[in-house]
T-cell receptor, first 111, second 114 residues
Framework: GQQVMQIPQYQHVQEGEDFTTYCNSS?????IQWYKQRPGGHPVFLIQ?????EVKKQKRLTFQFGEAKKNSSLHITATQTTDVGTYFC???????????FGPGTRLSVLP | EAQVTQNPRYLITVTGKKLTVTCSQN?????MSWYRQDPGLGLRQIYY???????DKGDVPEGYKVSRKEKRNFPLILESPSPNQTSLYFC?????????????FGSGTRLTVV
């Protein structure tokens, strides 16, 4: 079956530093979605990327979808304490209906 | 307010005692899904449903049952819970039009089986 991996597993940054998490799939993804889960909360949908090579921005967050549609990245510029949480990528397995999440990257931001 | 409602939020039960976790959404979403979240393993899909009376297994369906008799409800049933089913469970729903809509998650149910 499909495997979706994310690195790093954990990241500790000083407030104001940048942060990047990488998502890699063993198979081609029809699209990729990113979610954020605050400590003690539930995952919240951030964005979806569909096209090969697509780049989208949400304020300080930049999302990229790889040319081969097998990898993606999330970059946060100048992190803030409100960015703390776990970031998950997710996608559909081989254009099917089984929606698979990566294991997540937990971000800690030190004030 | 558009939301996915799960109940209960917390549950402690004993091995073998049947339980049901309810899930309801008010967004008229076709697609609903159950996930369990365990430390180091992320979110793993248990079952999903593309529409009423249509359900399919996810990655970890053993020990669970689901039903989708109405569009808004998607209960998760544990016929004979075991300690390895202690976990944080999330119900989620999305619009099934095309492949590109994000999930809306419920607040979660923390289940402990002793």
């Amino acid at each position: 079956g499909q495997q979706v991996m994310q690195i790093p597993q954990y990241q500790h940054v000083q407030e104001g530093e940048d942060f990047t998490t990488y998502c890699n799939s063993s198979t081609t993804l029809s699209n990729i979605q990113w979610y954020k889960q605050r400590p003690g909360g539930h995952p919240v949908f951030l964005i979806q990327l569909v096209k090969s090579g697509e780049v989208k921005k949400q304020k300080r967050l930049t999302f990229q979808f790889g040319e081969a549609k097998k990898n993606s990245s999330l970059h946060i510029t100048a992190t803030q304490t409100t960015d703390v949480g776990t970031y998950f990528c997710a996608g559909f397995e081989n254009y099917g209906q089984n929606f698979v999440f990566g294991p997540g990257t937990r971000l800690s931001v030190l004030p | 307010e558009a939301q996915v409602t799960q109940n209960p939020r917390y549950l402690i039960t004993v091995t073998g005692k049947k339980l049901t976790v309810t899930c309801s959404q008010n967004m008229n979403h076709e697609y609903m899904s159950w996930y369990r979240q365990d430390p180091g393993l992320g979110l793993r899909q248990i079952y999903y449903s593309m529409n009423v009376e249509v359900t399919d297994k996810g990655d970890v369906p053993e020990g669970y049952k689901v039903s989708r008799k109405e569009k808004r409800n998607f209960p998760l049933i544990l016929e004979s819970p075991s300690p390895n089913q202690t976990s944080l469970y999330f119900c989620a729903s999305r619009n099934n039009q095309g492949i590109g809509y994000g999930y809306t998650f419920g607040s979660g149910t923390r289940l402990t089986v002793v």
